[in-house]
């Protein structure tokens, strides 16, 4: 919470602005109950002509009509800066909250769901911004308007000041009792909400998936069971709240018979004035509404506080992949990297993911990496840029361990085509020019195989939609490729980035690529043994090891694992 609370020190002086205003609506509420009984006891029921009581009237009502002018210009005034105080915070929280996710590594994000990380950035979020501007509305206001209405009541007639002291300590009673039932359901609020995100979500993207399974009743009724436990919980806690309502208007009810039933007995002994009264029964209603906005703070806190943390747990998570303080610059690279005994282990697994992994890959030659299902083959090209870091031992670009130099540098001179493409909503232009802003991207378009887009009526300029829903998957992967064949680097790492295009697009694809990155070091990992077959350097994997390292003609004769992998692809004669 303090955490959050530190983004208000930029807000100071329109905070201090905001509480000016509020103190200014509270002196000038605080002094109508004492004007309508001044027109009640001098101008209604004096002693004094017609004449002296209309001047009396119309005197004191002025007065009144200034005051409550006065009275509202205050309030906007609060509304206005508490606003833009909440608003403000609330986009400055968001921003670093989008930042601190950037700098995460896939360690630090598979901590936290993706539905999780857009309701902390959303809703949460939120929900501080709504308690800031509440709090700096009712927060000061009831406080300063509970204790000046004590003050004049008591000022006004002691003797009934029991009468207020009773009703409040019965409302708080009240008031109380309800907040100890419904904070338990706000801290479970949250989580919630991230289940029912996290359930959508995943109906949404797997749309075809759950149509071609069949499964449309069983997500039907798992995002049923999400909405439904959230509906209940929130409908629970609002029925608490709700209830707050009658709560006080039989509170404000019982106490203005009270005083009216006592304050007429002393009015008859002639100890109390009528206007007095009447002033005295608006000071206890102050002080009654003062403490249901203070019960409503409480209302918001538990749920701001609770938001407030799952924010800090972001914004405070310790980034475990970050430049060193004596982080070297990775200048005019060449591309060599030395993989030195490496092993990895995802998180606290018992079982390395990758074990004394080592291999050099060189520039202008293609290191091609294979190997079954779940092998370690995208982790370990994941290595490289740094996606997650090495257990033990180093990866070396041109003899620089990639821990010792700048990631902005490190990541600058890789061209990386993931293994699941992703494009961004735009043009195809914007997502082609993305890792590199040149004005000729033909030749790149060329090489990935993606000319096609030149016959589309808009050209480069075709719109891509959000998820890229309409191009096919050997389109989406095409673009990738010339997205990064577009960068230029030193290095290029093409994760199973063909497995969608056909045969002839593939071949079409390696022969051109040759020509094109020149002497920069390509790594490929594919499945298709026709795809690697003419690297330099293939590397086999199996369970996380390197069972075979070579040329495809000296894997076929020194390791039976790669010879399986291609007799289960290839024909004899394309063996031979």
């Not at 950035?121 to 308690?131: G, K, M, R």
């Amino acid at each position: 919470m303090k955490k959050v609370l530190s983004y208000l020190k930029p807000y100071v002086l329109m905070i201090i602005v905001s509480i000016s205003f509020l103190v200014g609506q509270v002196f000038t509420e605080l002094s109508l109950p004492n004007l309508m009984s001044e027109i009640v006891d001098r101008g209604i029921l004096s002693d004094l002509s017609a004449t002296e009581k209309y001047a009396c009237i119309k005197e004191i009502g002025l007065s009144m009509l200034g005051v409550s002018l006065l009275s509202v210009v205050c309030s906007i005034g609060v509304s206005f800066f508490s606003t833009r105080v909440a608003t403000g915070m609330s986009k400055t929280i968001r921003r670093d909250l989008f930042m601190k996710v950037n700098d995460f590594s896939n360690s630090e994000i598979d901590k936290f769901s993706t539905a999780s990380l857009i309701t902390r950035t959303t809703n949460d979020v939120t929900q501080i911004q709504n308690f800031v501007t509440m709090g700096l509305k009712m927060m000061l206001f009831a406080p300063f308007m509970g204790v000046g209405s004590i003050v004049m009541a008591v000022k006004l007639c002691k003797s009934l000041a029991w009468v207020a002291a009773l009703a409040v300590v019965i409302v708080l009673a009240m008031l109380g009792g309800l907040l100890l039932i419904a904070l338990p359901k706000f801290k479970a609020l949250q989580s919630l909400v991230d289940r029912l995100n996290l359930v959508s979500r995943e109906e949404l993207s797997g749309m075809l998936v759950i149509r071609a399974f069949g499964n449309e009743k069983h997500e039907e009724e798992r995002f049923e069971e999400a909405n439904s436990n959230l509906t209940l919980t929130m409908r629970f806690v609002q029925r608490v709240i709700v209830l707050m309502a009658p709560v006080m208007q039989i509170a404000m009810i019982c106490l203005q018979l009270a005083i009216v039933w006592i304050g007429g007995h002393y009015i008859d002994a002639g100890t109390l004035q009528i206007g007095d009264m009447m002033a005295f029964l608006q000071y206890a209603q102050h002080i009654l509404i003062s403490f249901l906005f203070v019960s409503g703070i409480f209302i918001l806190l538990p749920r701001a506080q609770v938001s407030a943390n799952r924010v800090a747990d972001v914004l405070n998570m310790e980034i475990s992949i970050k430049d060193k303080e004596d982080a070297e610059a990775l200048e005019n690279v060449k591309g060599e990297i030395v993989f030195d005994h490496v092993n990895f282990n995802y998180g606290d697994a018992d079982e390395a993911a990758l074990s004394d992994i080592s291999f050099v890959a060189h520039p202008g030659e293609t290191t091609a990496i294979i190997g079954a299902t779940g092998s370690g083959k995208s982790t370990l090209i994941n290595l490289i840029p740094r996606f997650y870091d090495v257990t033990s031992g180093s990866i070396k670009i041109d003899g620089k361990d990639i821990r010792d130099v700048k990631l902005h540098d490190l990541r600058e001179a890789i061209g990386y085509v993931p293994q699941k493409a992703v494009l961004f909503s735009g043009t195809i232009e914007s997502n082609v020019k993305y890792g590199n802003e040149t004005e000729d991207i033909k030749e790149a378009l060329d090489i990935a195989q993606a000319s096609y887009v030149f016959d589309k009526p808009e050209g480069i300029q075709s719109e891509i939609s959000q998820g890229a829903a309409n191009v096919s998957g050997g389109q989406k992967q095409r673009l990738s490729i010339a997205r990064a064949l577009a960068k230029k680097p030193p290095i290029y790492i093409f994760d199973d980035s063909f497995s969608a295009l056909d045969f002839k697009t593939d071949a079409a694809l390696r022969k051109a690529l040759g020509g094109y990155t020149g002497d920069a070091t390509i790594i490929i990992v594919a499945q298709r043994v026709s795809t690697i077959m003419n690297a330099e350097q293939i590397i086999v994997l199996d369970e996380g090891k390197i069972v075979g390292k070579g040329t495809h003609e000296e894997l076929l004769n020194t390791c039976s694992y790669y010879k399986a992998i291609c007799e289960s692809q290839l024909s004899k004669e394309e063996l031979a």
